[in-house]
């Protein structure tokens, strides 16, 4: 890991060089956001305050124009390009943002580019050979689905993103969750690139905490994954009805959830799910006695070498209200920024409001990143619990526990819980 991880400038320098460095990097993460949220004005904003931001760059080596010119956002662009952008920067792919703005068609995005001397450099760019994206598996027949034994004539949406819906369904008389990618978007080469990313991760996956995967359609249209249908829904849900929970209940939560991701943490095939919250956390049925850990859209499969190991991944990546600081900093991360979300979510099963509630997502991710954690209220809150829940969301994350010493520490807490918190489960 880089020195210096989890805070800003260098040890040496003095209080004011570290403010700076805090500041810059805030102004980084900032024009970022906004040229990825469609924001001009904000754009406008940062860049008469200080025009070097035009060529601020994430840990995938990507400026503001990279990102705009995927999105198709042109009033971003013009701005951008109006104050200097470098039109032919290269990513760490080696992609111009001419070739990103191919690659997810943006056709006015295209001639906008090309009208200000835009080259399509990369793996996406129009120079290159289009490659044909490969089936995710050579043995695929043992999971893909003939869409025509789907039924949705009773189907009802059950979660919806910018890429798809997931729907309750019938499979083989069993009910099962679908995700389906919008039908627009189904020769997007990027939408379809993560789609099969996410099949094959999933096809890998088998344990009692973890949702699991059944089959894919990849051959026809619209793209469509199938897992298990659980009836309980998800964490936030369960949480805005109850609540805090006991500290039996969440020790008892918490437990399944760290299962779940000590069997994705398992070296040397490391996943990272990267977008651990609530949401991505499910129930298996009404009773809430089982929890399984989804959602692997954003999750990435590593090979460590070491087990010291860091990785250059997109910064940014994940829901800002559990993000860890080093993904927010567009800084070196690990596995370690799943242990950190985990300790939000405990957290919040222990004090039954979202950490940081009183933020918006994005200042609350800025607010944490700076080095500040919600505080303390609730009883259930136990010294044992606090002293876990701090360490999980350490600044340094060399300094935060793996899931497997998560999961011994929380069998001694349960163990030595006094006797009237003992397996009181259902009393939240």
């Known amino acids: 890991m880089s020195g210096g991880e989890g805070s800003s400038g260098t040890s040496g320098g003095s209080g004011t060089e570290k403010k700076k460095e805090k500041a810059r990097v805030s102004r980084t993460s900032l024009i970022l956001w906004h040229a990825h949220q469609n924001d001009a004005a904000a754009v406008r904003k940062l860049l008469e305050e200080d025009r070097s ?18 999105h198709g956002w042109i ?37 906008l580019l090309k009208s ?32 025509s034994e789907l039924d949705f004539s009773n189907s009802s949406i059950i979660g919806k993103g910018s890429f798809g819906e997931i729907v309750k369904a019938s499979w083989r008389g069993t009910p099962v969750a ?3 990618i919008l039908p ?3 020769d997007d080469r990027l939408v379809i690139q993560d789609f099969r990313h996410e099949v094959i991760l999933l096809v890998k996956l088998r344990h009692p905490n973890i949702v699991q995967f059944l089959g894919a359609v990849t051959e026809k249209k619209p793209l469509m994954l199938i897992t298990e249908y659980l009836r309980g829904g998800d964490l936030h849900q369960y949480l805005k009805e109850k609540g805090s929970l006991s500290p039996s209940t969440a020790i008892n939560f918490a437990l399944d959830i760290a299962r779940g991701m000590a069997y994705l943490h398992n070296e040397p095939n490391v996943i990272v799910h990267r977008d651990l919250k609530p949401r991505n956390v499910l129930l298996v049925n009404s009773n809430a006695d089982h929890l399984k850990v989804g959602d692997f859209g954003l999750s990435k499969l590593i090979k460590v070498q070491n087990s ?15 993000m860890a600081p080093e993904v927010f900093k567009h800084r070196r991360y690990d596995k370690k920024v799943d242990v950190f979300s985990f300790a939000m979510i405990l957290y919040e099963m222990l004090e039954g409001d979202p950490p940081m509630a009183h933020y918006e997502p994005y200042e ?19 010294p044992e619990l606090r002293e876990l829940t701090e360490q999980c969301w350490a600044q340094d994350m060399n300094q935060r526990p793996s899931f497997l010493d998560i999961l011994k520490r929380l069998e001694k807490i349960r163990e030595n819980l006094p006797t009237d918190h003992h397996w009181n489960i259902f009393n939240a």
């Open 116 to 147: 200000h001397g835009g080259l399509s450099y990369g793996q996406n760019g129009s120079h290159f050979e289009p490659k044909p994206v490969p089936p995710p598996l050579p043995n695929k027949g043992d999971w893909e689905i003939d869409p």
């Open 308 to 322: 010291h190991d860091v990785y250059k991944m997109t910064g940014e990546t994940g829901s800002y209200r559990y």
């Open 53 to 70: 931001l035009v060529q601020a760059r994430d840990y995938d080596n990507r400026t503001p124009l990279h990102v705009a010119s995927l």
């Open 178 to 180: 679908v995700k389906r």
């Open 364 to 382: 609350a991710a800025k607010y944490v990143a700076e080095g500040h954690r919600p505080m303390f209220r609730a009883k259930g809150f136990i």
């Open 184 to 186: 627009s978007l189904s």
């Open 75 to 111: 009033d971003v662009a013009k701005c951008l390009i109006e104050f200097g952008a470098d039109v032919n920067a290269q990513d760490r792919w080696k992609n111009t943002p001419l070739a990103d703005a191919e690659g997810a068609k943006k056709n006015n995005m295209v001639e």
